[in-house]
């Protein structure tokens, strides 16, 4: 049974960083890409970030380019994401989820969700 399990999450002042986890098992990492997404009150549900089976390829929404990184470590099963310059609008519950090999536009074709992790951007 695929699980995914993120971590990392907390209150933290405008500009900090955080670095967020996604411990993953009962699967091949390297079979799967991971996405990051995530929830603020009164929004959708959208993508940040996510990185392909291989590592080789990842994308960032707009919104994050430039400020968060997503790298993965197979030997440990983990993913993470790296979020610097950290702002108020990145308060929100954050989410991982798998889909097979390459990452996809659509938030449908991501499953085994996480019970995600609160961040918090305030001073």
């Known amino acids: 049974q695929s699980q995914l399990v993120e971590s990392g999450g907390g209150l933290v002042q405008p500009g900090g960083s955080l670095r967020l986890s996604c411990t993953t098992s009962g699967f091949r990492l390297d079979y799967y890409a991971i996405g990051w997404f995530r929830h603020a009150p009164g929004k959708a549900r959208d993508g940040a970030s996510c990185?392909?089976?291989?590592?080789?390829?990842?994308n960032y929404a707009d919104s994050v380019k430039g400020r968060f990184t997503i790298s993965r470590d197979t030997a440990k099963k983990t993913v993470y994401l790296q979020m610097n310059s950290l702002k108020p609008e990145d308060t929100a519950v954050y989410y991982c989820?798998?889909?097979?090999?390459?990452?996809?536009?659509?938030?449908?074709?991501?499953?085994?969700w996480g019970q995600g992790t609160q961040v918090t951007v305030s001073s």
């Open positions: 989820a798998l889909t097979l090999g390459y990452c996809s536009t659509s938030r449908a074709d991501f499953g085994s």
């Open positions: 990185i392909s089976s291989s590592g080789g390829s990842t």
